[in-house]
């Protein structure tokens, strides 16, 4: 059995209630609660949709009463029936609670009483509200069509006991039925906002903004970020709600359900006015497209053991179904807006993981195919630039390059980098992406994501389609962001060392010169330090094979300088003498799996 699930909004309760004011002349204190509560609704909340309305009962001449959460499930140990009420109270001082037996009734006639919790209260208040909550496990494995909850006054001390039936309420087809109960048609469409209320006492409103799905080392996790505002004039917590995940069969029946668990700690604090993100991430099986998820709230039912031992039995209740938008690569790849270079990308939710006054644009990208090797290697430059006037931390951004036909390649990032950016300076961190070579694309995707704010759920910040910078080996301009590498001129020559009389017997080596006369330029304000990138140089011979290599930093000792500068291959891989020769330029990055190497220039003899 699948709960109906009416989904109201404001704006339509306070149209029902006014219709129901006008026929009867009169305005109950419920209705006049409701009315007041819409009429406050802006134009902005009148979209928001809220739980299903539950309807009040009057139990006593002061009490109302009305259903929160009804669960009926039904498992291998037989048949769960939970029960959560809400009672109010309009007496002007503390009223007693009437001792009452709760039995849920099926549509077959069969009455059930359930259990209440060691933790009901005993009486209320004035003008405040109670939760009431009961269980109990009926030893059956078909499942129940509850009809009915009924109240009882019973008494237990006269002979046969007396029974007299207070209120009868029906909850035909309301009840949740366990995870694998779902929404039907009745599903959110992606992005629209909601709130928890009436069912949990809450103004807070959440608005589905992405969901993305990454690979872990404990298999594939599906996050959701939520935004969560408060309109209202005072803090509020954020309630313990879940989200499940679930798939859908091939005749559109829903058939697995994941559970999902939020990844930010309670208590979660919202100021009035505030807003931000919460996340969750829910693991799957390999292979699992989620197509929708539900909201789920928690109810707790306690009760006592025969040694005064407090046992508690916590279940879930769904509150609504919303779809999941599509999402794989080549969805991705369609809708994303380019973004040239140089520019900054409009994060969405970042400022959980990137302070508000860095700038984040993408400076570089550049493909090189690793000869002999296989693959080829993407190398993406990302500058982040601090405008404010304090030093701001580096944030620890993931990289993703997406083809126009959806294959993903996760880029390794640059193995060492500073902790902080200083005011009014920018830092750039290379990434390094390794595929196939068959991959022939001019534009990716370039995904940004969040590693550490909601750790280890992976949430995007961010999709920008982005150009391929074409390469065209031009010794006059070489790129090495900031650095601008212009060669004027270069010889290579070769040392002849003969064994020494000290020892006669060595072998005759020979030692290659290279000499560069460069024009080097910088971009003002970037920061470079020891973990920048570097220039190899490679010497190999007329069938490729390497001879030696000289790796030249830009900062620091040994670096290389405007000017003429001669560069010593020692080390030969060989005790021959080769010519001609071929000098290859290298740009390479290391990173934590390894260095990343992209050619930027070649000299022959």
């Known amino acids: 059995m699948r709960p109906t ?14 219709t129901a004011v006008l026929l009867s002349g009169t305005v109950p204190d419920t209705a006049r609660l409701a009315l007041a509560d819409a009429a406050a609704v802006t134009a902005a909340d009148a979209a928001v949709t809220g739980t299903a309305a539950a309807a009040a009962y009057q ?3 002061n009490l109302q009463v009305e259903v929160k959460s009804l669960l009926n499930e039904t498992t291998s140990e037989g048949t769960k029936i939970a029960v959560v009420v809400k009672l109010r109270s309009s007496a002007a001082k503390v009223a007693k609670i009437p001792d009452l037996e709760l039995r849920a009734r099926t549509s077959d006639g069969f009455e059930y009483p359930l259990q209440a919790s060691v933790f009901n209260a005993h009486a209320i208040r004035p003008g405040t509200t109670e939760e009431l909550n009961y269980m109990v496990t009926v030893d059956s494995r ?4 509850l009809s009915e909850l009924a109240w009882y006054a019973v008494d237990w001390y006269s002979y046969p006991k007396q029974e007299t039936l207070k209120l009868a309420v029906p909850v035909a087809g309301q009840a949740w039925t366990g995870p694998a109960a779902g929404f039907g048609d009745a599903l959110l469409s992606w992005g629209t906002p909601f709130r928890l209320s009436p069912a ?5 409103v959440y608005t589905p903004e992405s969901v993305s799905t990454d690979n872990t080392a404990n298999g594939p996790v599906t996050t959701v970020k939520v935004l969560v505002k408060n309109p209202s004039a005072k803090r509020e917590a954020v309630p313990d709600f879940t989200v499940d995940g679930r798939t859908e069969g091939t005749v559109g029946t829903d058939q697995t359900v ?3 668990k939020r990844t930010e700690a309670s208590p979660l ?3 009035a006015g505030e807003q931000r993100y919460i996340h969750f991430a829910i693991p799957t099986d390999k292979g699992t497209v989620l197509k929708s998820f539900n909201v789920m709230t928690q109810e707790t039912f306690r009760q006592m053991d025969a040694k005064g031992q407090v046992s508690a039995s916590a279940y879930s209740v769904g509150r609504f179904g919303m779809k999941l938008p599509v999402v794989n690569g080549i969805a991705e790849f369609a809708s994303a807006a380019m973004v040239e270079n140089g520019r900054p990308f409009p994060l969405q939710g970042a400022a959980d993981a990137v302070d508000p006054n860095l700038a984040v644009s993408l400076v570089e990208l550049h493909q090189h195919v690793n000869e002999g090797e296989g693959y080829q290697t993407a190398i993406a430059k990302i500058m982040l630039t601090n405008s404010g006037e304090l030093p701001t931390p580096l944030p620890t951004l993931g990289t993703k390059l997406v083809t126009k036909s959806g294959l993903t390649y996760s880029g390794s990032r640059q193995a060492g980098t500073v902790t902080e950016i200083m005011p009014q300076t920018s830092y750039v961190v290379s990434y390094a992406f390794n595929m196939p070579e068959e991959v022939q694309d001019e534009e990716f995707v370039l995904k940004l994501s969040d590693l550490k704010t909601a750790a280890p759920a992976v949430t995007t910040l961010g999709s920008y389609r982005v150009a391929v910078q074409k390469e065209t080996m031009d010794l006059k301009n070489m790129a090495f962001y900031p650095f601008t590498v212009k060669l004027n001129d270069w010889e290579l020559g070769f040392r002849t060392n003969m064994p020494s009389a000290l020892n006669p017997y060595s072998p ?3 030692t290659y010169k290279l000499g560069l006369s460069m024009d080097i330029t910088r971009q003002e304000h970037v920061v470079v330090d020891s973990n920048f ?6 010497l190999v011979d007329s069938t490729g094979k390497l001879i030696s290599v000289r790796t030249l930093p830009f900062t620091g000792m040994n670096r290389v300088v405007s000017g003429k500068q001669f560069i010593t291959f020692d080390n030969l891989k060989t005790d021959e003498q080769y010519y001609p020769l071929t000098v290859n330029i290298y740009e390479t990055i290391t990173t934590a799996t390894g260095e990343a190497k992209r050619l930027v220039g070649v000299l022959k003899q």
Not at 5 to 18: C, F, G, Q, R, V
């Open 200 to 204: 949990v006492d809450s103004p807070l």
């Open 533 to 538: 990138s570097k220039m190899s140089l490679e």
């Open 258 to 260: 994941y559970s999902g």
């Open 269 to 271: 604090i919202l100021e």
């Open 142 to 145: 078909v499942p129940l069509d």
């Open 59 to 61: 139990l006593t001449d």
């Open 508 to 510: 005759m080596t020979y």
């Open 5 to 18: 699930n009416k989904i109201w909004t404001k704006t339509t309760l306070a149209a029902l209630l006014t």
